[in-house]
């Protein structure tokens, strides 16, 4: 039986179309189970309808068959998403008669659904004239073979061989920006390539080495100016990739190994490509994720310079309309050069949601996917719409999908311009509950965003960032200018600051930790309470900042028991009387700030009375929250599903830590995305939250949905959706909720 399945798999593989391949599966199957008819039914999710594809024994005229999903036997094996063995066809209630394909003579039937990631992609189905069960044998010999093909069918459909409609496609992929794009899709391919590059010598090598300056140089002149160009729109944390290529650019080894390759006679390219690819190996093969996207970046570098290298006259693309750009792996480079209106999505095939890229496109308000398996020339300048809450990328939709998508992206523009036109009012629900909203800031403050004005803070301000972008620790006095600046953006508001939280999926490049299990490990306030130097230059360096402005309260990742809480607390006092003294000196004060502890870890749920006396202040940790009692990691595509914040235990916790805040008198706030979701937030505020954290681009949407619900409505769908035991039917609640309050614009579907 293995043989016969073997080589039933292997013809189907070796089939040059989809059609071919099922022709293939249908004979050899009729054949190896020596029946009388298969076929293959495949599914149309967008028309919720079988067609009949292949098949060996009916009659399959030039007339297209489909059958409705709640129609037929087959109908009924996708349904049940099961096998049905039936000895007489035409005797079971849901059997229905199609004319024209010869059915009537078979009687016994028996139907496996073709299923791959838990989505039926059809139903294969043996028929015998003789009236008879399928033995068990033979039903398992069918399960076995549809469970095969379904990778092989799911890989075909994502490669556009998929029969639906003409040319028609629908990809999916992780949704790393939301927001909706209908345009033409653009795929690059003038670009020069990396992997293309091959050996070559030059004859001259000084003309070659100048060939290598001249191109450094106007590499570092583009990124200076990308710089610029996006210095207005976005927070500086996402620029710091330009900072980075001007940083390596500038680098002395790497120029040096480049000077090394010309001299020994190699052409420039050649030396690039060497070069670059022998940097980006050993990141690469690091196990870390953070330091396998440095690998990214520093390909993206050679990419550049190779671009700059290359004699062509550079093709400056110039486009009418807004485009989709298609790519291999974003960059950020690619990103920028689009220029500003002309790019209305990105689709990618690699790439992960959490990379420097992805961040930029959130930043800049670009609908983006990552992930998907498409082929570039069938996808090329034909219409797409790209689903950036769903990850959903479809290629030549329907006139309805098309016609239906476009009426979201006008309420998509509509609803921004209404939110953005009064984002600088406050925060107060409609029956006058006031909501304090902050922003989680990164590498530094943009005290240029109009967005500003109208925030009570920063309610979480990632320390982390500078340190990951550094080649070593970086001293107090470079701590000390990155700190002021962000609290002298923010002279009157409170700016919560996070200790380091490195370890995780952020390690350190100059301090790499090997863990098997790196979430549970040498994280947060264990690490800095094992390197209590590295902690006290920290905290120093934060004290010294805050002298004169007053308005900086400390927050401590990642506790999970309270002596980690006390012993932190001892080296900040000993920080704070250290500072203190020397500022005394100077005729200046010392402002003691606000201790605050991060509940992250779910050990902490059951210590909150602990706290009393100990911290002033409370930061509720979604995101770290979820992945610890949900125990799935926040970072792995495999478990994406399973990481959900609106599971009834993540929701429980959330308001167990209100009320317990509550009854302790102990400030709280929540800074995880959960908060700056429209969702989570009604759930959080009905709940009993006054204070949410999130990123800058959420705060007007954010402030705009509260500001047109009363607080005790969100009181009563937070009481009901506490009651419900599963998360999909609490995101139903809501969604409900927030349509029945005409504000249903601001979730989609399927946005997790
Ligand atoms: C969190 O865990 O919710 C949080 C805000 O911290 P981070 O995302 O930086 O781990
Ligand atoms: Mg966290």
Avoid at 59 to 87: C, H, M, T, W, Y
Avoid at 309 to 324: A, F, G, R, T, Y
Avoid at 695 to 724: C, E, W
């Amino acid at each position: 039986m293995l043989t016969q399945l073997r080589d039933i798999v292997d013809k189907v593989v070796s089939a040059h179309t989809l059609i071919d391949a099922l022709d293939q599966l249908v004979s050899n199957t009729t054949l190896a189970m020596k029946t009388d008819c298969c076929s293959v039914y495949i599914a149309d999710h967008q028309r919720q309808i079988y067609t009949l594809m292949a098949t060996q024994g009916l009659n399959k005229s030039r007339r297209r068959i489909s059958l409705r999903f709640d129609q037929g036997l087959v109908g009924l094996v996708g349904q049940r998403a099961e096998p049905l063995n039936v000895a007489d066809a035409r005797l079971h209630p849901r059997f229905k008669h199609v004319s024209g394909i010869g059915e009537e003579s078979f009687r016994s039937f028996f139907g496996t659904p073709i299923i791959h990631q838990r989505q039926v992609l059809g139903v294969i189905v043996v028929q015998q004239r003789q009236q008879r069960e399928f033995n068990e044998s033979e039903e398992s010999f069918l399960v076995t073979l549809a469970a095969q093909l379904a990778g092989i069918l799911a890989h075909a459909k994502a490669q556009g061989m998929w029969f639906e409609q003409g040319n028609r496609l629908h990809l999916t992929g992780s949704a790393a920006s939301s927001g909706v794009a209908v345009a033409k899709a653009w795929w690059d391919d003038t670009q020069p390539l990396l992997e293309h590059v091959a050996p070559a010598s030059c004859l001259n090598i000084h003309a070659e080495q100048d060939r290598l300056t001249i191109a450094i140089d106007a590499a570092a002149k583009e990124f200076r100016r990308l710089r610029k160009r996006f210095d207005s729109d976005l927070q500086k944390e996402t620029l710091a990739i330009f900072d980075l290529f001007s940083h390596l650019l500038n680098d002395p080894l790497l120029r040096q190994d480049l000077k090394t390759r010309i001299d020994g006679g190699d052409q420039a390219e050649w030396a690039v490509r060497q070069v670059v690819e022998a940097y980006s190996n050993r990141f690469s093969n690091m196990k870390d994720q953070y330091l396998k996207e440095r690998a990214r970046d520093i390909r993206e570098l050679g990419q550049r310079l190779l671009y700059f290298l290359c004699d062509d006259e550079p093709n400056e693309q110039q486009w009418d309309e807004p485009i989709v750009l298609l790519t291999r792996e974003l960059t950020a480079a690619m990103l920028a050069t689009v220029p500003a209106g002309k790019l209305a999505a990105v689709v990618a095939q690699d790439g992960a949601a959490n990379s420097h890229a992805a961040i930029l496109s959130r930043a800049l308000g670009i609908p983006a996917i990552m992930g998907v398996d498409f082929t570039p020339h069938t996808v090329h300048n034909n219409v797409v719409v790209v689903d950036g809450y769903r990850g959903d990328f479809l290629v030549n939709p329907n006139r309805h999908v098309l016609a239906e998508y476009r009426r979201l992206l006008r309420e998509d523009d509509e609803l921004e311009k209404i939110v953005e036109g009064d984002q600088q009012q406050l925060a107060v629900t409609k029956d006058q509950q006031r909501i304090m909203v902050h922003i989680n800031a990164g590498l530094s403050a943009d005290s240029h965003l109009a967005i500003n004005k109208g925030i009570d803070g920063v309610g979480l301000y990632r320390t982390e960032v500078p340190f990951l972008l550094q080649r070593s620790f970086p001293s107090e006095e470079e701590q000390i200018n990155q700190y002021r600046t962000i609290l002298h953006t923010y002279p009157h508001q409170p700016v919560v600051m996070r200790t380091l939280d490195i370890g995780g999926d952020k390690p350190l490049p100059y301090l790499p930790i090997e863990e098997d299990n790196p979430f549970l490990g040498w994280r947060g306030i264990r690490f800095t309470l094992d390197h209590p130097e590295i902690f006290m230059i920290q905290v120093r360096a934060m004290l010294r900042a805050s002298i004169g402005l007053n308005n900086m309260d400390i927050l401590l990742p990642m506790i999970s028991s309270i002596n980690e809480l006390d012993d932190a607390k001892a080296i900040i006092e000993r920080a704070y009387a250290d500072v203190a003294q020397t500022a005394l000196a100077a005729g200046q004060q010392l402002h003691k700030p606000r201790i605050g502890i991060m509940i992250e870890v779910p050990s902490m749920l059951y210590q909150l009375h602990a706290l009393v006396g100990r911290v002033d202040f409370l930061s509720v940790g979604s995101n770290d929250l979820t992945q610890y009692l949900l125990a799935v990691d926040r970072n792995n595509a495999r478990v994406a599903s399973v990481y959900d914040a609106l599971h009834p235990a993540v929701l429980h916790a959330l308001k167990h830590i209100v009320d317990s805040a509550e009854k302790y008198q102990l400030p709280v706030c929540v800074c995880g995305e959960l908060a700056g979701d429209p969702v989570g937030a009604l759930l959080l505020v009905g709940m009993g939250y006054r204070s949410l954290s999130m990123n800058a681009r959420n705060v007007a949407k954010i402030k705009y949905i509260l500001r047109h619900i009363n607080s005790t409505d969100m009181t009563a769908l937070a009481i009901q959706a506490l009651q419900v035991d599963i998360a999909d039917d609490v995101r139903q609640l809501t969604t409900v909720f927030i349509e029945q309050h005409q504000l249903g614009g601001f979730i989609r579907a399927g946005n997790k």
